[in-house]
């Protein structure tokens, strides 16, 4: 049965979670390696597929979207899963429309800390943003 999770426990998540947004983690392969689990995949907002291997191939050298993310809610699955859900609005450049989306990832904590497990990203209506958030 899954448990609230702490202030802080939620908050360090949170800053995970950001941390694969900064433009210098995603350009570097050994700082995304160590915040995803080696089985780590994703299925992408657009039902796509990744595993650890893909995303350390094509994060570092793809163009950073403007990623906005809000209303992060955190479980605590087990003792070592962490469940977080938010939602994220993105673009590539300030030309294109803003794409929707609920997200949730799974942090498992190992000997390395917490590292991301699993992360889905799943179209949603347009949201309004919270730019303070």
Not at 4 to 30: F, G, N, W, Y
Not at 81 to 92: I, K, N, P, S, V
Request: aromatic share 12%; charged share 20%; proline share 4%.
């Amino acid at each position: 049965m899954a448990k609230k999770m702490t202030e802080q426990l939620l908050c360090h998540l949170i800053e995970l979670e950001r941390r694969l947004l900064d433009p210098i983690v995603r350009s570097s392969k050994a700082q995304l390696s160590n915040l995803l689990h080696d089985d780590f995949y994703e299925i992408s907002a657009n039902g796509l597929m990744f595993n650890k291997q893909h995303v350390l191939g094509r994060l570092p050298l793809e163009k950073i979207p403007q990623i906005y993310n809000q209303d992060f809610k955190g479980q605590v699955l087990t003792e070592s899963l962490a469940q977080l859900t938010y939602y994220a609005a993105y673009r590539m450049n300030v030309h294109h429309a803003l794409n929707f989306s609920i997200r949730m990832s799974i942090w498992t904590k190992t000997h390395k800390g917490w590292q991301l497990f699993f992360h889905q990203g799943t179209p949603c209506p347009e949201f309004k943003l919270n730019y303070e958030d």
